[in-house]
Structure formats: structure tokens, C-alpha cells
């Protein structure tokens, strides 16, 4: 991009900035900001409808944060879902967002381009490739899925509360997909240099 030519905007939709938010939603941005030193658009384009913003926000932390109780998907192989689908799904928001954030959880500079450009033909380990694949069917051609695919996920050694949180991961990020088509959600320059 040339330095003459127009910056393209976050949103279609346009943005609301973080000072002009509720203080709950405020306050849970600028967490977010301190860690990365941004405000990742997304939060900026969603803010339009604060009630849905947080509703998202709540459902994406109760989802991508791996519980103390018990076994779980890893952050890193959360993340892993999220580049995968959103790969098949052609989210350039989502891929490179959660491609930075999978690069930095899985110490792997390179996994999260791999999966992104061809998440089905990926080289992953067993225990990966049975998550993205059941992923994969989740978020491309749910209507398929079948007692025996379920089989192979726990044949790879996924346990039913694992299953779970492959399927409510793609399908929350099926919705968030969808939501940056729609918005023609532009990456912040960040994303593309963390954990390079």
C-alpha cells in the first residue's frame, strides 16, 4: 500500500472506540490493551451493539479459556481450531487474529500459515489432526456428522467434554466469521508481527 493511498476503515460498519463504551465493557477492553498493546478491531466493530459485544465476549472467554478441572483442549490447540475453520471459512480477520495468537501458544512461527492454507491437508500430529478434521466437518457440512466421526475424535483421545468444546468453538467461530464478512473486518497491522 502506497503512502498516498486511503486507509481501508476496520469496519463497513464503522467503529466505536473503547472510551465510548459502558464502563464494564470499557474496562474489559483495556485489559485486552494492556496486554497487547491494541484494541483488536473486532472489539471495535462489535461495540456498535454493546449488549451483542458482550454476549460474545463472554461466550468467547468461556470457550478459549481451558478449565482447571479436569482434562481439556490446550489454549494452543483452541486457537488451532479457530485458524483451521477460519481457513475453510476464508476469515482473513480471524485467521491472521488467531494465527498471531496460535504462533505465540504453540512456540510454532510457521503452524498457523500451514493449517490456515490448507487446513485438510495439513501434517499434524494424530491427537491435531482429529481436532481440526472434526472441526473442519463441524464448521463445512455439520448435517454430517455421525456417530462413527465421533468415534475417530476419541479414538485420537478426545474425551466427550473435548468434543464438546471442538464443536462450541467452531460454531461460536462459525457466527464470528460470518460477522467479519459481513463487516469486511480488517486485521490490525499487529497481528501479522506477534510471535514472529
Not at 465476549?57 to 481439556?72: E, I, R, S
Not at 448435517?143 to 474425551?159: K, S
Not at 473435548?162 to 463487516?183: C, P, Q, Y
Amino acid at each position: 500500500m502506497s503512502d498516498t493511498a486511503p486507509a481501508r476503515p476496520a469496519s463497513r460498519f464503522g467503529t466505536v472506540e473503547p472510551a465510548d463504551l459502558p464502563d464494564d465493557l470499557r474496562e474489559r477492553i483495556e485489559k485486552i490493551v494492556e496486554k497487547t498493546g491494541f484494541v483488536p478491531n473486532v472489539f471495535r466493530a462489535l461495540a456498535r451493539r454493546p449488549a451483542e459485544l458482550r454476549a460474545f465476549m463472554d461466550y468467547h472467554d468461556a470457550l478459549m479459556t481451558p478449565a482447571d478441572d479436569g482434562p481439556t483442549l490446550s489454549a494452543a490447540e483452541r486457537e488451532l481450531i479457530v485458524v483451521a475453520t477460519s481457513g475453510a471459512n476464508h476469515c482473513t480477520y480471524c485467521v491472521v487474529a488467531h494465527g498471531a495468537i496460535l504462533r505465540i501458544r504453540a512456540k510454532d512461527p510457521e503452524l498457523p500459515d500451514v493449517v490456515a492454507a490448507n487446513p485438510y491437508g495439513a501434517d499434524l500430529p494424530p491427537r491435531e489432526r482429529a481436532i481440526v478434521d472434526l472441526a473442519l466437518q463441524i464448521a463445512t457440512d455439520s448435517a454430517t456428522l455421525r456417530e462413527d466421526d465421533l468415534e475417530a475424535a476419541r479414538e485420537a483421545g478426545l474425551t466427550a467434554e473435548e468434543i464438546w468444546d471442538v464443536g462450541a468453538i467452531t460454531a461460536l467461530f462459525a457466527m464470528s466469521n460470518r460477522l467479519a464478512h459481513l463487516t469486511a473486518l480488517r486485521p490490525n497491522p499487529e497481528f501479522f508481527l506477534l510471535g514472529r
